[in-house]
């Protein structure tokens, strides 16, 4: 029987699982079957107020323990936050093939109409060079407003956890891209933390005629792209025995709450666990 290709996803908590939930819906229509590792690093998070070498160490040190527990096809850095600023000292550090989600701002550039475009990510993703460098080279003739958010990483850790959220919280953060004058106002924004796609339909209700761009799309087709290289040919999608590995570092949510969530981003059949990496 054929190996069913496995991807390691990380985040500082349950952000990544939006890109998850792109790469899942892709399976299906492939019919193709993967395992997904999933680690939320809750006690660590929120990543973007960590210092850059610590940063590097911890999640040198997630890859390595989550290599040897589960070998997988390859690594997805599901979090812009590490991305934008780790991702070529992780590729060099490890043989598995290494995926990263940075904010899409070059599709962004593409679809606005106006040449206004927002990016809603972490303080930390807005501030990067490499944030600066993509829209220099994909977005020079874009007025490009920039609003950093933990808040609204949060809400959507909230909303996972069956809590409910604050569309106030959520206005809040949107004010900035809001005008009085309607020709200031943007008509796309990228969002450039993965958390924030699970909150899409809560800020579609704050600012309907908004365009909303983020990564998922684009990561799936990559991770899907790389697999189909790799020699696993086609495994049938009803292989009862797939289970999802969902880890947590420091607490597990509510079992109940929590796979019912996952079931609905179409992470069917999960088990949690709890692991504590030093
Ligand atoms: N989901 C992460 C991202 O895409 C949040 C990072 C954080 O913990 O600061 O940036």
Same mark, same amino acid.
Request: proline share 4%; charged share 20%.
């Given at each position: ?13 349950? %952000? ?31 990543? %973007?107020? $960590?210092? +850059?070498? +610590? ?14 527990? #589960? ?5 997805? &850095? ?6 934008? &600023? $780790? ?12 995926? %990263? ?35 220099? =080279? ?9 609003? %950093? ?26 004010? *900035?891209?809001?005008?009085? =004058?309607?020709?200031?106002?943007? =008509? ?6 993965? !958390? ?6 809560? &800020? ?12 998922? +799309? ?5 991770? !899907?792209? $790389?697999?189909?290289?790799?020699? !696993?040919? #086609?495994? !049938?999608?009803? =292989? ?12 597990? *949510? ?17 088990? $949690? #666990? ?5």
């Amino acid at each position: 029987m054929m190996k069913i290709p496995s991807i390691l996803v990380i985040d500082s908590g349950v %952000g990544g699982l939006s890109i998850c939930q792109s790469i899942m819906s892709t399976s299906e229509k492939n019919e193709q079957n993967l395992q997904i590792i999933y680690f939320a690093d809750d006690a660590f998070s929120p990543y %973007g107020l $960590l210092e +850059e070498l +610590e940063l590097e160490k911890r999640l040198e040190s997630i890859v390595s323990a989550m290599l040897v527990l #589960h070998q997988p096809d390859l690594v997805i &850095l599901a979090c812009n936050t590490v991305s934008t &600023l $780790l991702l070529p000292q992780l590729r060099a550090q490890f043989d598995v093939p290494f995926v %990263g989600v940075v904010p899409a701002i070059k599709p962004a550039a593409k679809k606005t109409l106006t040449n206004r475009i927002g990016l809603l990510a972490t303080p930390a993703t807005v501030c990067r060079a490499y944030t600066d460098a993509l829209i220099s =080279d994909y977005a020079a003739e874009c007025e490009v407003i920039r609003v %950093g958010s933990n808040e609204l990483v949060t809400q959507a850790e909230a909303l996972l956890a069956g809590e409910k959220i604050s569309l106030n919280v959520i206005e809040t953060v949107l004010e *900035p891209f809001i005008s009085e =004058d309607i020709a200031l106002e943007v =008509d796309t924004i990228v969002l450039g933390c993965t !958390h924030f796609p699970l909150l899409k339909q809560q &800020l579609q209700e704050v600012l309907p005629n908004v365009s909303w761009v983020d990564s998922g +799309e684009a990561i799936a087709k990559r991770v !899907h792209d $790389l697999l189909g290289q790799m020699s !696993h040919g #086609h495994t !049938h999608s009803s =292989d009862a025995s797939l289970v999802h590995q969902i880890y947590f570092s420091e607490s597990l *949510p509510d079992q109940f709450t929590f796979k019912s969530a996952l079931a609905e981003l179409g992470i069917k059949d999960s088990k $949690l #666990h709890l692991l504590n990496i030093s």
